[in-house]
């Protein structure tokens, strides 16, 4: 017969196994709750982006964040990650006597892979994190508020014009990622690696396929928009003064990047594994 | 409807308002009446729930019981559109200003007029322009940015920002809090002018007992979430209710004690 004192350490140990329980179970609730909230906001924000009436300003001052001031950044991104490509590749595809292909090896990598993902982190760094750190201080300021009672939905004056601006501009900034990725492998394969220039170039327009930069362009505006989103979220529901706002900046660059990972691999079996 | 019908009708009436933050009841059964075309000042402790009590009528915050009825129809049970139809006819001035800060002030003062009655933004100019005019600042202010200007007159940009599209209820959230006594008195001048001008109807908060004194036609002090009293401004300092004459007289000793920790 089991001891009075087993007995009692059994049932603790239960309730421990189960307070464990209790913990998981609370925290993916607050998960669930969260993505919940975070779909019902973006669900809200894109209706707003086809309901008049439209900010047109407000879309261009948006682009012109997310995009145009983005381009310094992201251009020496690419063109540093096209150098490192070739090189790198250029060791690695030695050892099977490949050294041809790494024109293909760069063209592919920066159109489909590198050129969006890095163009994404970086404009999660910038734009995303200066969005939540604009609409946190809007927040915590009542200046939100304000736009109530100035008859304006700030749904529709803040959020659907940067959701719209982030799917628009990320996409653009690719393009170019996209040319100067291949320009960084091009000067480091000539200059570096002897290779000839037109023979590199010849073999990456050939090798390069429309659906090889489409997919790239999709995966750019998914990202666009998923950065805004996570801006806008966080800084529109931010509280708390200097330290909330401080902390919705760092949620939403974090938030956004690991989305912009985790959707780039549901996007890649959806694009190539068929 | 006859005419003593219509008048008794008041243009804000607030019956049972609760709302609570999670553990803390901040507003626990609110009962107000305010007669069109009259300024009642509310007056009550730091933390007394009277932002909260504004921003309920304004929609920013869901009570979680009470009506507020405008002109005799409950806010509360109407839909999304006639909600924010009856919100349009309201104008707030809030604590901070809450100047817009990437629009430059004129942008600020006119964002009303652009965003309602849809008007061209050469016009739109214009009148911010007069109406900075009638909070005594010049046109050439409305070209600065919101970030330039003192606290007075961040204050003054937010009363004609507030008051631009004539609105027939108006807000003011601590009015004077921050200012010089003289530019407390020349905002309280100009509160009291446009309410007169545009025969609005006007809730005001302050600390300021001068400043009570100036506005209002009544007073009322919010206190553990109720109005304990309501009277008007000169019967104030002879109240002899206890709340309101620790509060008006600024005793420590009384029966409001301060929560220093929750
Ligand atoms: N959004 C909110 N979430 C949680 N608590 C809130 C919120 N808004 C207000 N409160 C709480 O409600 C109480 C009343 O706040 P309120 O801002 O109405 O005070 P007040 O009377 O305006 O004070 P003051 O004179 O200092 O402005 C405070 O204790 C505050 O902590
Ligand atoms: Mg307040």
């Keep these: 017969m089991p001891s009075l004192n087993a007995i009692v350490s059994g049932a603790a140990l239960m309730e421990r196994l189960l307070d464990a329980v209790a913990a998981i179970g609370k925290a993916a609730i607050a998960v669930a709750r969260q993505c919940g909230r975070i779909t019902l906001f973006a669900a809200e924000g894109v209706s707003q982006i086809v309901r008049p009436p439209f900010y047109p300003r407000m879309v261009g001052r948006s682009l012109a964040e997310i995009g145009y001031f983005s381009l310094p950044v992201v251009a020496l991104t690419a063109i540093f990650t096209g150098m490192v490509l070739a090189l790198q590749s250029a060791t690695g595809l030695a050892r099977f006597s490949a050294e041809t292909q790494i024109a293909s090896l760069v063209v592919l990598s920066v159109t489909r892979e590198l050129g ?101 362009l999709v995966k750019a505006a998914v990202f666009g928009f998923l950065v805004a989103l996570m801006g806008c979220y966080n800084g529109y529901n931010s509280k708390g003064g200097a330290q909330g706002v401080g902390s919705a900046t760092t949620a939403a660059v974090v938030s956004a990047s690991v989305l912009i990972l985790a959707f780039d691999y549901v996007l890649t079996e959806i694009f190539f594994v068929r | ?178 200012l010089d006594p003289i530019m407390g008195a020349v905002i309280d001048g100009l509160i009291v002018d446009v309410v007169k001008r545009l025969g609005s109807t006007a809730i005001a908060i302050t600390h300021d007992m001068a400043s009570a004194m100036r506005i209002a036609d009544s007073v009322a002090m919010l206190h553990k979430g109720r109005i304990v009293w309501q009277g008007a401004p000169d019967t104030l300092m002879t109240s002899g209710n206890a709340i309101v004459d620790q509060f008006t007289h600024g005793r420590r000793e009384g029966p409001i004690t301060m929560e220093l920790r929750r």
Aim: charge should be neutral; include cysteine.
């Design chain 1, 116 to 216: 969006p993902v890095l163009a994404g982190l970086m404009v999660a760094g910038r734009a995303g994190a200066a969005m939540a750190a604009e609409l946190g201080t809007m927040r915590v300021t009542d200046q939100i508020d304000a736009l109530t009672t100035l008859s304006t939905n700030p749904m529709k004056y803040l959020v659907a014009p940067r959701l719209l601006a982030g799917a628009i501009a990320l996409p653009l900034l690719v393009v170019v990622a996209d040319i100067l990725g291949v320009l960084g492998g091009y000067i480091i394969a000539t200059l570096r690696l002897g290779f000839n220039g037109h023979v590199y170039l010849e073999n990456t327009l050939n090798f390069v396929q429309t659906q090889d930069v489409v997919s790239g």
């Design chain 2, 1 to 178: 409807m006859s005419d003593a019908a219509v008048a008794a009708v008041p243009k804000l009436r607030i019956r049972g308002l609760r709302k609570g933050f999670g553990a803390k009841q901040v507003l626990d059964g609110i009962d107000l009446d305010v007669p069109a075309g009259t300024s009642l000042v509310v007056i009550g402790g730091s933390g007394s729930g009277k932002s909260v009590l504004i921003k309920c009528v304004l929609g920013l915050i869901e009570p979680d019981a009470g009506t507020i009825e405008l002109d005799g129809r409950n806010l509360l049970a109407m839909d999304r559109e006639g909600r924010e139809r009856a919100v349009a006819t309201m104008g707030m001035l809030f604590q901070n200003g809450a100047l817009f800060d990437s629009l430059p002030v004129w942008e600020n003062v006119a964002f009303g007029l652009l965003a309602r009655h849809r008007v061209g933004r050469r016009e739109a100019r214009g009148r911010a322009d007069a109406v900075l005019a009638q909070v005594g600042l010049a046109p050439s202010v409305g070209d600065l940015w919101p970030a330039e200007l003192s606290g007075g007159m961040q204050k003054r940009v937010a009363l004609a920002r507030a008051i631009a599209a004539a609105p027939d209820l108006l807000f003011f959230d601590e009015p004077t809090t921050g």
